[in-house]
């Protein structure tokens, strides 16, 4: 093989292979997740936006829900038939059943993705 070429060859491999070094492998993931805060009167109430799965997560009464989003005829429900997370702008409310169990619900920041 030609001396040009094989001087070619390895100066674009040294310049591939250095490309690697500049990707940030130390980088997390990408998350869709958003996490929103409340304050319920004096209760605080953590809630997790998954928009790609469409479903909020959640810990009530000790246990951790995740609750797909069904149809509202106003803001934005969630619920899995016996728990229910309701939000209209910044407020929100949570049902048991028919209950509505967490009142009030004011949004205080969304965190980041």
């Not at 149809?71 to 209209?88: C, E, I, L, P």
């Not at 009030?104 to 980041?112: E, F, M, T, Y």
Request: proline share 4%; charged share 20%; glycine share 8%.
């Amino acid at each position: 093989m030609d001396i040009k070429i094989k001087t070619a060859l390895l100066a674009l491999t040294g310049v591939a292979l250095s490309g690697c070094s500049l990707m940030d492998h130390n980088k997390p993931a990408q998350s869709d997740n958003t996490v929103l805060h409340y304050s319920c009167g004096t209760t605080p109430l953590t809630v997790t936006l998954d928009k790609p799965a469409r479903e909020v997560s959640l810990v009530l009464d000790g246990i951790q829900l995740h609750l797909p989003q069904v149809v509202a005829a106003s803001g934005t429900r969630y619920s899995d038939g016996h728990y229910t997370f309701w939000s209209k702008g910044n407020a929100a409310l949570v049902q048991r059943g028919d209950d509505v169990i967490i009142n009030d619900c004011d949004l205080l920041n969304s965190g980041a993705k």
